[in-house]
């Protein structure tokens, strides 16, 4: 008898660990899409503006659109230690302890061309 109570407080141990990590990793992922995505009208109504949270567009009431958040700037090492790594914001490369510098953002891949906006 000893031995099932010590089976079932183990597996209970096992298992309320297991839906506390779940729970903290539902969390972690939740904030990386916030901080990667931001909200758009699909028609463009208000031109390039965005919103934090989705909802509707005040103008045409459609349901924003997710799209990915611009980046404003990308650096990286000078001395490429880490081969084509970026970072989102300025400071140290973690291998030679240079200042990371400024680079262009890579050009979208998709092909805009062939027709004019009036």
Known sequence: MKQI???LLMAIAVFSFTAVNAQ???TK???VVADTVVYQCPMKCEGDKTYAKAGKC???NMDLKAVPKPVAAIYQCPM???GDKTYNKAGK???CNMNLTKVQAKKSSDNHTGHNHN
């Open 5 to 7: 109570r010590i089976f």
């Open 24 to 26: 903290s990793t539902k």
């Open 29 to 31: 992922n939740k904030t």
């Open 58 to 60: 005040p103008k045409c």
């Open 80 to 82: 490429k230690c880490e």
């Open 93 to 95: 490369c973690p291998k």
